[in-house]
């Protein structure tokens, strides 16, 4: 598919634009067809891809898990059946070892933040010219695959984890316990005003990183994939190789995407227990 594009240049910037939809210079609504147009809509915009992936790949989740537990069984579990459970235990132990106070919210929302992440990372694994290619014969003019390499999703995802960890830091402590925690702490209470710009930055450092850190490392990915896609173009011997590499590639990614799905979701618990604890 590299061959269709006029330089390596435009085939990495076409397959690193979402599907944006927004209100164009003509004050008319609709999908930009450039990335000219993607710049004119501004911030007021929908990218339409990383909105439907992530949402289908959220419902399929909830699917499997779904058919898993109306089918269980303790006489003849299936192989999805023990898959999950198997899943359950890993989350639960990881929880237990993380999460020092009772809160049920977190076991199920550690489950739904591993399992979500995985499957939006585990689109990186498709190759970068298939869907794409198919929804260019349907009139599509761009299409990213892979939700967690678009921030806005990333930031989606830690912005909702940061706003749970204020609202127990609030219900925990009191909100005089909360300002007291940003205020008083680390140094004494006449320095009040350096606290407050320490502790800050440091509560706004939870999301900003938790994004950012699962954005990079699957941006990085998919960048990668991209340009392994342009060396099929450059002859069979260059081809050859770009085929070896991106198995290979293919091989380490499975461990990365894994390992981000893992990091996010034991941040999120850490910072949850943290936001738990009336002893600061």
């Known amino acids: 598919m590299a ?18 939809y927004g209100q164009k210079s003509d004050g ?40 898993a537990a109306k089918k269980a069984s303790t006489d003849a579990p299936t192989g999805l059946q023990n898959f999950i459970e198997m899943l359950i235990e890993f ?15 977190i076991a199920p929302l550690a489950l739904t933040i591993f399992v979500w992440i995985f499957l939006l990372n585990l689109m ?8 794409p290619w198919l929804a260019s014969l349907m009139g599509v003019p761009y299409l ?24 127990y830091s609030i219900k925990m402590k ?3 316990g909360f300002f007291a925690e940003l205020a008083f702490h680390p140094f004494p209470k006449f320095m009040m005003p350096i606290n407050l710009i320490l502790e800050g930055v440091t509560l706004i450092a939870k999301p900003v990183s938790l994004a950012l850190r699962l954005f990079g490392n699957m941006y990085a990915g998919e960048v990668i994939f991209i340009l392994i896609a342009i060396m099929y173009s450059g002859g069979w011997a260059l081809g050859f190789f770009g085929g070896a590499l991106q198995l290979v590639w293919a091989l380490f990614h499975i461990l990365i995407i894994t390992l981000q799905a893992f990091i996010f979701m034991t941040l999120t618990i850490v910072y949850l227990d943290m936001a738990s604890q009336t002893d600061h």
């Open 124 to 131: 990186d694994l498709i190759a970068v010219d298939h869907i």
């Open 91 to 105: 989350i639960d132990t990881s929880v237990r070892g993380s999460f020092s106070g009772k809160n049920p919210l």
């Open 144 to 167: 990213k695959i892979v939700p967690s390499t678009d921030p806005n999703i990333t930031f989606g995802l830690a912005i909702s984890v940061f706003f749970l960890i204020v609202y």
């Open 174 to 176: 009191g909100p005089g």
């Open 28 to 67: 008319a609504w609709g999908i930009a067809h450039s990335p000219e147009e993607i710049k004119e809509m501004g911030f007021w915009s929908l990218n339409l891809d990383s909105m439907m992936f992530s949402i289908g790949l959220g419902l399929f989740f909830l699917w499997i898990f779904r058919r």
């Open 3 to 20: 061959d269709s594009y006029a330089n390596s240049s435009e085939y990495i910037k076409h397959h690193l634009t979402n599907l944006v």
